[in-house]
């Protein structure tokens, strides 16, 4: 009586109660009464009053449309629209308004009503038409009651489905979803005539596979990166135990390697088993970062503290030492030496590929040159164990050499200061390291050279007169040389017979002879005696004062 039947045909009698400002009608008597009362007045129509609908809902008497044309006759749509909404409002809520009166109680249901029993779709929302022209099917005469709905077979599982399915499983999509809402609002009594629903589609178990991957896989990820990123910040870094195995490796730490580049190489050649480790073992030792450039010979399978100890150990090193003024034949023997080869194998190496080197293009080789590599090999540690070649250990020293005098821009001050070219003033820093005994003789040295070397110097007449160069030819290191023996030899190394500088250098110059060549005294020296034959040296500016520094040096050594 509610819903839009319900107001659509009767108007609200004076005295009833009004709602929401419009006019209601309140049932007066119970449902039940207005069923038997109906069913009186019905009893004596017959089938052309009330014609029959069949299966489908269809009409099969012309008249019926006739009679409910003309008991809607007169009535105002839009009235009856609107009255009707309001009602379907009001009982959806829950109630009738906001004013407190109680809520709607269901009226008895008929016992002969075969729906009776049954709620309608939407949980008894829907608007009752019993009895009502608008009701569908339409009342029917006593004995002639459509009989009750034939419940439809439940669809039968697919082949090889065994059970019922979770509803994970169980197919449905947007037409299944839609399909269902139509079948819960039509209702029970609507579903006569229509076919049986086909069962819906199962969903294959990809689906879930896919799902279970996904998110699988997903959290796997975050636990992996979860549990570095623990060990990273809080967890011990993986190390072996104890002093290592018999096994020896050499491993090459080059120069400005830190702790991390230094546990990199350890733990490729299998020393550590962790750079990390390494690091912090480094860390906890209080000489840790005295760790020098050069060649270890390690144990494999060592704990990182241990191999910070046998690092710090010079014997550990494997390693070749080119000091400060060291002439190239010294340095060969030693590179034999630590690598286990022949003795003379670096000298014949080095001669045999002086090109494949990589020596400076203004670096010469002529005939003169006793070594071209001479002056070369630059004074520093240079990484030397067995397994590795005599040429790799001469690249190291040259590319130093090559790098250093690149960035003191030889060639751009050689002329500077009146030399021809870089190589000459290699040669000089060769003579200022060799002569001077002291960082402080350096530049007093480098100025004896160039005033030697001058047009205008009429002391020794351009003659240099070095006894480290006439040393450098015999590969001596003699200082009591006999003026006879020296007269008489005609070699250009020999700077008391031949002007100008020697072929080429008679040694590996260090850094600090270097400098004092690019940037010599200006006092006026051209001699210099070292007067206790070994650190102390003189120096002096006239033929007078060298005399005097000569006898100063005679009596020191009991000549």
């Known amino acids: 009586m509610y819903g839009d039947g319900g ?19 309140y049932p007066q008597q119970p449902q039940q009464q207005q069923y038997d009362d109906w069913a009186q007045q019905q009893s004596g129509y017959d089938q052309q009053q009330y014609p029959y609908y069949d ?16 008991q809607y006759a007169g009535h105002d749509p839009q009235h009856d629209q609107q009255y009707a909404a ?4 009001q009982y959806h809520q829950g109630g009738w308004d906001a004013t407190g009166s109680h809520g709607h109680v269901p009226y008895a249901a008929d016992p002969g009503d075969p729906y009776g029993q049954q709620p309608a779709a939407y949980g008894g929302e829907q608007p009752d038409f019993y009895g009502t022209e608008d009701a569908y099917p339409p009342p029917q005469p006593p004995g002639r009651r459509r009989p009750a709905a034939v419940p439809e077979p439940e669809a039968e599982p697919e082949p090889g489905a065994d059970g019922e399915e979770h509803a994970f499983f169980a197919g449905g999509g947007a037409d299944d979803d839609a399909e269902d809402e139509a079948d819960s609002r039509a209702g029970r009594g609507e579903r006569r005539g229509k076919k049986p629903v086909k069962s819906k589609k199962r969903r294959t178990g990809c689906a879930c596979m896919v799902v279970v991957l996904v998110f699988g896989g997903g959290l796997g990820g975050v636990g992996y990166f979860g549990y570095k990123f623990y060990q990273n910040r809080f967890g011990t870094a993986p190390d072996y135990a104890g002093e290592g195995t018999s096994e020896s490796v050499t491993v090459e730490i080059p120069k400005g390697a830190g702790g991390w580049e230094i546990g990199r190489r350890l733990k490729a050649a299998g020393v550590v088993k962790s750079a990390d480790a390494f690091v912090h073992a480094q860390g906890q030792n209080p000489k840790g970062d005295q760790i020098q450039a050069g060649a270890y010979l390690m144990k494999k399978e060592m704990s990182a503290a241990s191999a910070v100890l046998l690092m710090l150990d010079p014997r550990s090193q494997s390693n070749v030492l080119v000091k400060p003024g060291e002439r190239n034949a ?54 030397a164990a067995k397994g590795m070649k ?28 009146g030399l021809d070219n870089a190589f000459q003033l290699v040669t000089v820093a060769s003579l200022v390291q060799a002569e001077g005994k002291t960082h402080d003789d350096f530049r007093k040295m480098a100025e004896v050279v160039y005033n030697r070397l001058k ?12 006894d480290s160069t006439y040393n450098y030819l015999k590969g001596t290191s003699n200082i009591h ?15 008391y017979t031949h002007k100008g500088l020697p072929p080429g250098p008679i040694g590996n110059p260090g850094e600090d002879a270097l400098k004092a060549a690019l940037n010599p005294t200006h006092d006026g020296w051209i001699y210099f005696v070292a007067t206790d034959g070994t650190t102390n040296t003189e120096f002096a500016k006239t033929y007078e004062e060298f005399k005097q520094l000569k006898d100063k040096f005679n009596a020191s050594s009991g000549n």
């Open 86 to 89: 309001q009602g379907r409002q």
């Open 481 to 495: 040389i006999s003026e006879r023996e020296i007269n008489t030899n005609r070699n250009p190394y020999n700077t």
């Open 330 to 383: 010294e340095v060969y023997k030693a590179i034999d030496k630590q690598l286990g080869v022949a003795s003379g194998t670096t000298r014949k190496a080095a001669k045999g590929q002086i090109k494949a080197l990589g020596m400076p293009s203004w670096a010469q080789n002529s005939t003169g040159v006793q070594d071209p590599l001479e002056g070369f090999l630059f004074p520093g540690t240079y990484p």
């Open 55 to 70: 299966e489908q809902g269809q009409q099969q008497h012309p008249q019926h449309q006739q009679h409910f044309g003309q």
């Open 455 to 466: 047009p205008t110097n009429t002391e020794t007449n351009q003659l240099l007169q070095f």
């Open 7 to 25: 107001w659509g045909g009767q108007q609200a009698h004076a005295g009833q109660q009004s709602y929401g400002g419009q006019p209601q009608q």
């Open 390 to 417: 005599p040429d790799a250990v001469l690249k190291q020293m040259i590319g130093q050499a090559k790098e250093r005098y690149a960035a003191f821009g030889l060639t751009r001050k050689a002329q500077a200061l």
